[in-house]
């Protein structure tokens, strides 16, 4: 089925491409930390995100969506320079910018899947929801991470992530099913 949302297209297309880049990112993140127990949390993630390009492309096929090549290479390019900053921003930045990055991507799926039931496709309800709550998780991990930093304060009054403020509505402690998800994330869109 060819879709008639141009929102929606570009949310996939877009969230394909960043998949890889936030992959790269981890990548060089867990090649930066000394810690075995935080490499392979963050080498975790990685596989996460690897996962959901594959299942967002699987989508946009199903959907005859294109990959964009400009999102493949901008992306690519963001997700390696990430990557190597890892090595030299210290250890605080790279924690904090992952959080804020998947708090953001959290509400990313549960959009998604508006975008769909606006245009009466709930076949994905399911994935969408999954990805979007692993994003949650991910992000509970980099804010545990970082909360205990005299940074955070700086950082979250600066760029709007940290202990108080998110980007996202989702409480993990106190998920709502499926059904009830299109409840998250109601902002402009």
């Not at 090595?87 to 769909?116: D, H, Q, R």
Request: proline share 3%.
């Amino acid at each position: 089925m060819i879709l008639d949302h141009p929102k929606l297209i570009k949310l996939l297309q877009k969230a394909y491409s960043a998949e890889k880049a936030a992959s790269f990112a981890y990548i060089g993140h867990a090649k930066s930390v000394k810690d075995p127990k935080q490499k392979k949390a963050i080498k975790q993630i990685e596989d996460d995100e690897w996962e959901h390009r594959a299942e967002v492309l699987k989508i946009m096929q199903l959907h005859n969506i294109p990959v964009s090549k400009w999102y493949e290479i901008k992306f690519h390019i963001i997700g390696k320079v990430i990557s190597a900053s890892c090595f030299v921003i210290g250890k605080f930045m790279p924690y904090y910018f992952a959080g804020s990055l998947e708090s953001g991507n959290v509400c990313e799926y549960f959009i998604m899947m508006k975008y769909f039931h606006a245009l009466g496709i709930t076949e994905h309800d399911e994935s969408l929801y999954q990805m979007g709550m692993k994003e949650k998780e991910h992000e509970i991990f980099f804010l545990n991470a970082v909360k205990g930093s005299g940074s955070l304060p700086l950082f979250e009054k600066i760029f709007g992530w940290g202990r108080i403020k998110k980007k996202n509505d989702v409480d993990f402690g106190n998920q709502l099913p499926v059904e009830r998800s299109k409840e998250y994330c109601n902002y402009d869109n």
